[in-house]
């Protein structure tokens, strides 16, 4: 005689394995997503740079591709990208890690677990309303005080970009701040340091790993942000490393591109593709070192 | 030097440090109080400039070559129907990609590399995830610049916030749950079904609540798969008078979206468009700030009401 739950216990194995493969069949989606963009930009891409000798990426001096005769200067499109991210670091680094540096050490805990829910709303607000910001408030303001800057600039765009990287610096590098043992903290107190002291001294060095790695991604986001750049710094592309100057970015001349009628194949198809390669080159390089410094720091934690 | 005046010495020396103490908490202070000020900054500047544009018209309105006259109805309806489309996506298969991770897969370097993806699939620049959905869904799969194609695209950039939230609401269940449900002879799955996931619900709806939040304020993907700027008609109708009743035409149709709609504005000229501009970028605002006010709240709630 069967055991009289064996039916129902066959069909709970059945359930399972169903489940079981509707679940695996998740965690594939995932990896089909990143097979996607990679093949996509790989194949988009190729014809262009096959097309155009390595030699003309390296050595023109503007990016005109659609142009009828095109210029393919590289360069041109990466100091935009270079000049933005590097002013909203130059805002951000140095607020995000003051503000790390008070939230773990030095603010009472009901002002942290207040502060720390609102500066994520910081990246939460959509960036096209940073870039309606950057571009019709901030610009004016700065014409204020340095009458020739033109309408777009890099430096309102990075300026508003920095703001909106903040909560990525000063979020991951409180947890790894706070993360340091007590312990080394009272180890400098008892010798007599005082709390800023110890902050500089002692947990700076010992969340420095994490501390990295809060850069590192805040680099990657800057590098690929796109509506605040499209919106405030300009669509042309322009060899300048002056911040007071308008430049696309490579992220921009993919939208500048975008807005107008493109036929699958042309040349500006794929431009942008080309264009979209580098772009994740470059953010898969500091996403990947990001994640190996945050693995080292959680190791040694 | 007297002992005297090596008491003295330190004392000035500590009273120094009490002092740049003091002196960096208001600095941390006042710097904190300033970067949450933008926040207040940006949104009551949105309002100077475009609350008086809302109103029922607004909403109701189609864009138009007159600002005064123009509205953002095919942009909301647009915003609404692709998050429908990115949520019937991304939520299904997000969570079970975390329960598949967390509970099921075993420790091997096939796991190691899904999780090392998803890790960095949350750093790819959203344009990207654009450039993507313009040669395989809009190409290939000749979908089209259709919402089915936009909203594919942001449900492959939300996947891992729904993923990432997943895991971490189950990893928060102590073991013991599961034990005690596979010693009264649960599958696995039914330790899922009946007691983990009644558990993360809170978390995993937290994830989901900032996953569409990130969802609706996109515009760079959207604008790459070639989301049209000036859209002046709904898409077809969901529900039709002849059967089936239902019809899916409405995925197949261009669209706008809300985010789209303020780029188009804030890239023209003219004070009238501004304010349009500044309006939709106010409804944006309260859309998505009250969505993450909410999965806060909703966070600290439900980290409030377990014990274990």
Same mark, same amino acid.
């Given at each position: 005689m069967p055991h009289p739950y064996e039916s129902s216990r066959r069909l709970d194995k059945a359930v399972e394995w169903i489940m079981v493969w509707m679940l695996r069949f998740g965690g594939w989606a995932s990896v089909l997503v990143t097979f996607g963009i990679v093949i996509t930009l790989i194949t988009e891409s190729e014809p262009f740079f096959s097309k155009v000798p390595f030699r003309r990426l390296m050595t023109?001096?503007?990016?005109?591709?659609?142009?009828?005769?095109?210029?393919?200067?590289?360069s041109a499109l990466l100091a935009g990208t270079l000049v933005t991210t590097g002013v909203a670091l130059l805002v951000a680094i140095p607020l995000g890690t003051i503000l790390a540096i008070y939230l773990s050490e030095f603010a009472p805990v009901r002002l942290r677990e207040f502060v720390k829910p609102m500066l994520e709303l910081l990246s939460a607000v959509p960036t096209v309303v940073y870039g309606y910001f950057a571009l019709l408030t901030l610009t004016p303001l700065l014409q204020k005080i340095?009458?020739?800057?033109?309408?777009?600039?890099m430096l309102s765009a990075g300026l508003i970009m920095g703001i909106m990287i903040i909560p990525y610096v000063t979020s991951l590098g409180e947890d790894s701040m706070r993360s340091v043992p007590m312990l080394l903290r009272e180890g400098a107190f008892a010798l007599g340091d005082g709390k800023l002291g110890v902050a500089l001294r002692v947990v700076f060095p010992g969340a420095f790993s994490g501390l990295a790695a809060a850069y590192v991604l805040a680099i990657s986001r800057a590098v690929g942000e796109t509506m605040i750049v499209a919106i405030a710094a300009g669509l042309q592309p322009k060899l300048t490393f002056n911040p007071l100057d308008s430049a696309a970015t490579v992220t921009a001349f993919i939208v500048q591109v975008s807005l107008g009628d493109l036929p699958h194949g042309s040349i500006g198809y794929q431009s942008i593709f080309a264009a979209g390669a580098v772009l994740f080159l470059m953010t898969l390089g500091f996403n990947l070192a990001g994640h190996a410094l945050r693995r080292r720091f959680h190791r040694a934690a | 030097m007297l002992p005297e005046r090596m008491i003295e010495h330190q004392k000035g020396r500590a009273l120094r440090r009490k002092a740049i103490d003091r002196w960096f908490g208001r600095l941390g202070f006042v710097l904190t109080v300033g970067t949450l000020g933008v926040l207040a900054v940006l949104l009551l500047n949105l309002a100077a400039n475009?609350?008086?544009?809302?109103d029922w018209h607004f909403l109701t309105s189609f864009p138009s070559r007159r600002a005064a006259e123009a509205g953002v109805l095919s942009a909301w309806v647009g915003t609404a129907l692709l998050m429908l489309v990115t949520a019937s996506l991304a939520i299904p298969l997000g969570v079970a990609a975390g329960i598949y991770l967390e509970e099921?897969?075993?420790?091997?370097k096939w796991t190691d590399f899904v999780e090392i993806n998803i890790a960095n699939l949350a750093g790819v620049p959203s344009i990207l995830y654009g450039l993507m959905a313009l040669s395989l869904?809009?190409?290939?799969?000749?979908?089209?610049?259709s919402i089915l194609a936009g909203g594919m695209a942001l449900a492959c950039l939300v996947l891992p916030i729904v993923i990432v939230s997943t895991r971490e609401a189950l990893r928060t269940i102590p073991a013991m749950i599961r034990e005690a449900a596979f010693a009264l002879g649960s599958t696995r799955w039914q330790a899922v079904w009946h007691h983990l996931l009644p558990y993360s619900t809170g978390g995993i709806a937290t994830g989901v609540i900032l996953s569409m939040s990130r969802a609706i304020g996109e515009s760079s993907p959207l604008i790459t798969i070639g /989301?049209?700027?000036?859209? !002046?008609f709904l898409p077809?109708? /969901?529900?039709?008078?002849? !059967?089936?009743?239902?019809?899916?035409e409405w995925i197949f149709s261009p669209f706008t979206a809300l985010p789209i709609q303020m780029f188009n504005w804030v890239s023209r000229p003219g004070e009238e468009f501004q304010a349009n501009a500044a309006a939709a970028g106010l409804l944006l605002m309260v859309i998505t700030l009250g969505m993450n006010g909410a999965a806060i709240l909703l966070r600290r709630h439900a980290q409030r009401n377990i014990k274990w």
């Open positions: 023109d001096k503007m990016w005109t591709p659609l142009f009828a005769d095109p210029q393919y200067g590289m340095y009458p020739d800057l033109p309408q777009f600039s | 475009g609350l008086f544009r809302i099921y897969a075993p420790k091997n869904f809009v190409y290939q799969f000749r979908f089209g610049q /989301a049209l700027t000036f859209i !002046a077809p109708p /969901a529900i039709v008078d002849h !059967a089936p009743f239902v019809s899916f």
